[in-house]
T-cell receptor, first 109, second 115 residues
């Protein structure tokens, strides 16, 4: 079967750095997305990785290792508004999105 | 980025009535639309995938006679929840993509409350 694993919840301090991990086992791989979702709102796009390595975009970076079936989202200089759920999603061989359950990130002052 | 408009943002309806949710792509051709539902504190659950001009493909466990999906044009898909019941209360989200694109763009979501 297809499976995406990410931690259910994480807590971090304002101004710090946090890394949210995602491991996957899917039938084929055509890229991995990270989305941010605030409560009661639709997800918003953060990043897309299809090649191995680190992609940096401002305070957010995303890393992919296809051989290990592993990705992480790195958030730097955390702000209170970063409190949200972070969803990992993999595009499988049929170009369907397989979603993780999301990681709820709690930022404390 | 591309814009997907979903309407209404929230709706309250009486049990037994039907509710229609619209999803429009404003600046691209949405050859494929995805409909999701999300219960509180849970991840997105794909309900169905529709390609323009074709019948929707429903995920296992989703009743196609209850959740009617129409995707008759390249810019509009609708989800109709028929004979709604309180257990249908949820957050419904659409996303749309053009042929050949990997990324799908999300609508704002519709919070449905059935009383």
């Amino acid at each position: 079967g297809q499976n995406i694993d990410q931690p259910t919840e994480m807590t971090a301090t304002e101004g710090a750095i946090v890394q949210i991990n995602c491991t996957y086992q899917t039938s084929g791989f055509n890229g991995l997305f990270w989305y941010q979702q605030h409560a009661g709102e639709a997800p918003t796009f953060l990043s897309y990785n299809v090649l191995d390595g680190l992609e940096e975009k401002g305070r957010f970076s995303s890393f992919l290792s296809r051989s290990k079936g592993y990705s992480y989202l790195l958030l730097k200089e955390l702000q209170m508004k970063d409190s949200a759920s972070y969803l990992c999603a993999v595009v499988d061989s049929n170009y369907q999105l397989i979603w993780g359950a999301g990681t709820k990130l709690i930022i404390k002052p | 980025g591309a814009v997907v408009s979903q309407h209404p943002s929230w709706v309250i309806c009486k049990s037994g009535t039907s509710v229609k949710i619209e999803c429009r792509s404003l600046d691209f051709q949405a050859t494929t639309m995805f409909w999701y539902r999300q219960f509180p504190k849970q991840s997105l659950m794909l309900m169905a995938t529709s390609n323009e001009g074709s019948k929707a493909t429903y995920e296992q466990g989703v009743e196609k006679d209850k959740f009617l999906i129409n995707h008759a044009s390249l810019t509009l898909s609708t989800l109709t929840v028929t004979s709604a019941h309180p257990e249908d209360s949820s957050f419904y989200i659409c996303s749309a993509k053009d042929r050949g694109d990997t990324e799908a763009f999300f609508g704002q979501g519709t919070r449905l409350t059935v009383v």
